[in-house]
């Protein structure tokens, strides 16, 4: 398989996992196992297409931006299975919350760096403050994260076609 077909693939899998986010982020009507399949698909989806845009601008984005995709690719891998807590902690939480904050390094690598366009580090940075100050408003927290998982999501959209635009290398 060419370099050129690995990226679009992984476009492709960062929009459909980006709109089946924003998707999820509304009442769907799906039974817990319907609504557990749904996530995982999701997460598998962000998680191939994280790993072709961190490739495309691993050049660009530095130490930091290797850092923020490790947490995110490992944050990403914890929040994929079943909502248990195995070890007295909800791992989908604290996955969620370190993926919020990777994804937040990776967007400062990204504007730091001068990477185009602008758009998705926006996104995740509006999701991390939906999911983050929002959610400490009284009576908010519902609205919050069904807010940060709209914009988490429209972020990997909006990543997702910049890498299908990625001019081709010879």
Do not use: C, N
Not at 86 to 94: I, N, V
Not at 147 to 162: H, I, K, Q, S, T
């Amino acid at each position: 398989m060419k370099t050129e077909q690995l990226y679009r693939a992984a476009a492709a899998a960062a929009i459909l996992g980006g709109a089946a986010r924003i998707a999820a982020a509304f009442p769907l009507g799906l039974a817990l196992p319907e609504a557990e399949a749904l996530y995982a698909v999701i997460d598998m989806l962000l998680l191939a297409g994280l790993i072709g845009l961190y490739l495309d601008r691993a050049h660009a984005l530095g130490f930091l931006g290797l850092a923020a995709f490790a947490l995110a690719f490992a944050s990403l891998s914890l929040i994929g299975g079943p909502d248990a807590d195995p070890w007295g902690f909800s791992t989908y939480r604290e996955g969620a919350t370190a993926l919020a904050i990777a994804m937040a390094g990776l967007s400062i690598a990204w504007i730091s760096r001068g990477q185009k366009p602008i758009w998705p580090p926006l996104l995740w940075f509006a999701s991390l403050a939906a999911g983050g100050a929002l959610t400490q408003a009284p009576g908010l927290e519902p609205l919050a994260l069904h807010l940060a998982g709209v914009l988490f999501g429209a972020g990997f959209v909006a990543a997702g076609a910049a890498l299908l635009r990625r001019p081709a290398t010879t």
